[in-house]
């Protein structure tokens, strides 16, 4: 069974940093592409960010471009997203996803909440 | 980016009666290998998203018939044959053709 695993989250004030991590259990890193989507609770989903693991190749949203970095390490199963410079309006679920299938985000951890606030 | 456009964003609708949900692209989800990477995926309340279609018509594993999703050009549509109690929940449509990829705005279904 394919299991994605969040965690980092927490209450952080604007301007700090912070860094979330996702591990997958049930599979192995390879060539997929996995992505971090966030959602303000109650509201839309936003793409923030996605690597292809094969190339390390990277995406960005324009509204954190500069902002936040994705990473992965095959060795570790595990995907991160470093988060600098944080704004009110990160605040969000933040869920990791994966494409087993091109274009797909198979399957979807249970989500970390980051908080920003003064 | 692509823009999604998604609708009804509320869907009332009676117990075993059928429910359709549309999104629209703002250009074309065919991607170069021919295939069109468009999703549909149910959120519970509380719960994390699960895909139920992928690349437009295809169920996921364990997703019940009543499921079902097709295209017209640039317009897709999911469909619930006979809604039923644990089909509440938000759904939404995204496509993975282009990077970013993108959402449409959700459809809350909820039973009359």
């Known amino acids: 069974e394919v299991r994605l695993v969040e965690s980092g989250g927490g209450l952080v004030q604007p301007g700090r940093s912070l860094r979330l991590s996702c591990t997958a259990f049930?599979?192995?890193?390879?060539?997929?592409?996995m992505h971090w989507v966030r959602q303000v609770p109650g509201k839309g989903l936003e793409w923030v960010s996605g690597?292809?693991?094969?190339?390390?190749?990277?995406g960005y949203a324009d509204s954190v471009k500069g902002r936040f970095t994705v990473s992965g390490d095959k060795a570790n199963n595990s995907l991160y997203l470093q988060m600098n410079s944080l704004r009110a309006e990160d605040t969000a679920l933040y869920f990791c996803?994966?494409?087993?299938?091109?274009?797909?985000?198979?399957?979807w951890g249970q989500g970390t909440l980051v908080t920003v606030s003064s | 980016d692509v823009v999604m456009t998604q609708s009804p964003l509320s869907l009332p609708v009676t117990l075993g009666q059928p429910a359709s949900i549309s999104c629209r692209s703002s250009?074309?989800?065919?991607?170069?290998?021919?295939?069109?990477?468009l999703n549909w995926f149910q959120q519970r309340p509380g719960q994390s998203p699960r895909r139920l279609i992928y690349?437009?018509?295809n169920r996921d594993s364990g997703v019940p018939d009543r499921f079902s999703g097709s295209k017209s050009g640039t317009d897709f549509t999911l469909k619930i044959s006979r809604v039923e109690a644990e089909d509440v929940g938000f759904y939404f449509c995204?496509?993975?053709?282009?990077?970013?990829?993108?959402f449409g705005q959700g459809t809350k279904l909820e039973i009359k």
């Open positions: 690349k437009v018509s």
């Open positions: 049930g599979f192995t890193f390879h060539n997929h592409a």
């Open positions: 995204m496509q993975g053709t282009h990077w970013p990829y993108t």
């Open positions: 996803a994966i494409d087993i299938t091109p274009g797909g985000a198979d399957y």
């Open positions: 690597i292809y693991l094969k190339s390390d190749g990277t």
């Open positions: 250009q074309s989800l065919v991607y170069s290998d021919g295939n069109t990477y």
